[in-house]
């Protein structure tokens, strides 16, 4: 046998071919087996349904057994409830195939409100919207011309703060729940932040859009690959110090990114007698940080950069309580 040839075909034939044993089930049942080993089996059983009856098996033999028979007796009693009626031949007529309303499709939108996170359910939206409506407000119902500017400078962090309040035991009271299953952590995390850059991206777009022109301040697109980049920044920094801590700390720098030079060029101004209201050096800033195709490369290659370290840091976010100190 060439093992050279054959030994990595054998090795993923074994990796495709792994089951839960009966030792591995009991240990799960019994609540002993490591931790690793436990978020294997759970996320195997999703797809797996003879692994799944053995550990139901295991479960069922375990010292938690009664508890879940009387569990799955009250629920069972309480969904089919009192007996129907046999007395009385049924006069009614046939039921039709007309779809049913009511609880399943109360139960659908409940769980797409969940799914999509406490950021679209709360003041954030709020927000949002907020900021769309002052910007279209202060160009033309104050005739300010640093709407435009403005609006730029801040779409960029808007969408951090959906996700800083997207994920986490600070907002989502199912928190440990959905972190514990194995549907939670990173894929729970990418779906709420798409909820979020998909409810901003284009009200801020459209909402720049609408504002007046100028050749001297970008598009109202230019801040999209911005906006992605800093959000997956936070994310990849989120898998070490918590969303929230990441969020703000990325904020911040972007904060100072455009602070420090726009306010050293208004004082430079100032000696001259330039307007003290930064609005041109903005403008010329944001031209320069976010206009033109070298502009708008590097920004879209460090939105890969940043997708690629979110690949690797993937399993950091699979237990509850990741980041430093356990902090979300």
């Not at 309480?78 to 007529?93: F, H, N, V």
């Not at 659908?108 to 709020?126: D, E, H, I, N």
Request: charged share 15%.
């Amino acid at each position: 046998m060439n093992s050279a040839g054959k030994r990595p075909k054998d090795t993923a034939r074994t990796m495709r071919a792994w089951h839960v044993d009966d030792a591995l089930a009991a240990a799960y049942a019994a609540g002993s087996a490591p931790e690793p080993d436990a978020w294997s089996l759970e996320k195997h059983v999703e797809s797996c349904g003879a692994c799944a009856v053995r550990v139901s098996a295991a479960v069922r033999r375990g010292a938690a057994g009664p508890v879940l028979a009387e569990v799955r007796a009250a629920v069972l009693t309480a969904a089919t409830g009192p007996a129907p009626r046999t007395s009385a031949p049924r006069t009614s007529a046939p039921r039709t195939s007309a779809p049913r309303t009511g609880v399943p499709r109360t139960g659908l939108v409940a769980r797409v409100l969940w799914a999509a996170g406490p950021a679209l359910r709360g003041s954030w939206l709020v927000a949002l919207v907020l900021v769309a409506a002052g910007a279209v407000g202060l160009a033309y119902g104050a005739g300010f011309d640093g709407a435009r500017p403005l609006l730029l400078a801040l779409a960029p962090v808007l969408p951090l703060a959906g996700v800083a309040v997207s994920y986490g035991q600070h907002v989502d009271p199912m928190y440990e729940i959905g972190a514990s299953s194995p549907g939670g952590g990173l894929r729970l995390l990418l779906t709420r932040t798409a909820a979020v850059l998909a409810v901003s991206l284009p009200l801020l777009t459209l909402t720049g859009a609408a504002l007046p022109a100028s050749t001297e301040v970008p598009g109202a697109a230019a801040w999209l690959l911005p906006g992605l980049a800093l959000t997956l920044a936070a994310l990849v920094l989120g898998s070490y110090v918590g969303c929230r801590t990441a969020a703000g700390t990325v904020a911040a720098v972007w904060a100072v990114a455009l602070a420090v030079p726009v306010l050293g060029t208004a004082r430079q101004g100032d000696a001259v007698g330039i307007s003290p209201l930064p609005v041109a050096e903005l403008s010329a800033y944001l031209t320069r940080f976010l206009d033109g195709a070298a502009a708008q490369g590097g920004w879209a290659v460090g939105a890969a950069v940043c997708a690629g370290l979110l690949v690797l840091r993937r399993r950091s976010f699979d237990h509850p309580g990741f980041g430093a100190a356990g902090r979300i």
